[in-house]
């Protein structure tokens, strides 16, 4: 098992910003690709961003491209999600995941793209 600790939720009110953290252990971490997905209560989880390794290529789902920033630093091995300008709509649980970074195609913004999970964290946005 690799453990993904992410940490950062809460609640937050609409226009609002909170960053998620994700400490990875157990791994190569500078040379892996990392995630954030995303699962609203009675939905399936959603990519919401990627980055490769040195920070390149990086992916964003649609609905969060000029809100959300994904960073990370390899010498703390964490992953980081930067949310601004919070809406009701991005409340789920947001969870951190590792992959290969050869991963290609539909790959990079699948579940199966990624072989380690964190836990979750709750994000709650209130309107």
């Known amino acids: 098992q690799v453990p993904l600790v992410e940490s950062g939720g809460g609640l937050v009110q609409a226009g609002g910003s909170l960053r998620l953290s994700c400490v990875v252990s157990?791994?190569?971490?500078?040379?892996?690709?990392m995630g954030w997905f995303r699962q609203a209560p009675g939905r399936v989880r959603d990519f919401v961003a990627r980055?490769?390794?040195?920070?390149?290529?990086?992916f964003y789902r649609g609905a969060v491209k000029g809100r959300f920033n994904i960073t990370r630093d390899d010498a703390k091995n964490t992953v980081y999600l930067q949310m601004n300008n919070l809406k009701p709509e991005d409340t789920a649980v947001y969870y951190c995941?590792?992959?290969?970074?050869?991963?290609?195609?539909?790959?990079?913004?699948?579940?199966?793209?990624?072989?380690?999970w964190g836990q979750g964290t709750q994000v709650t946005v209130s309107s």
């Open positions: 980055i490769g390794p040195n920070g390149k290529p990086v």
């Open positions: 157990g791994l190569s971490f500078s040379s892996a690709a």
């Open positions: 995941a590792a992959g290969r970074s050869d991963r290609i195609g539909a790959a990079l913004t699948s579940d199966y793209g990624y072989d380690y």
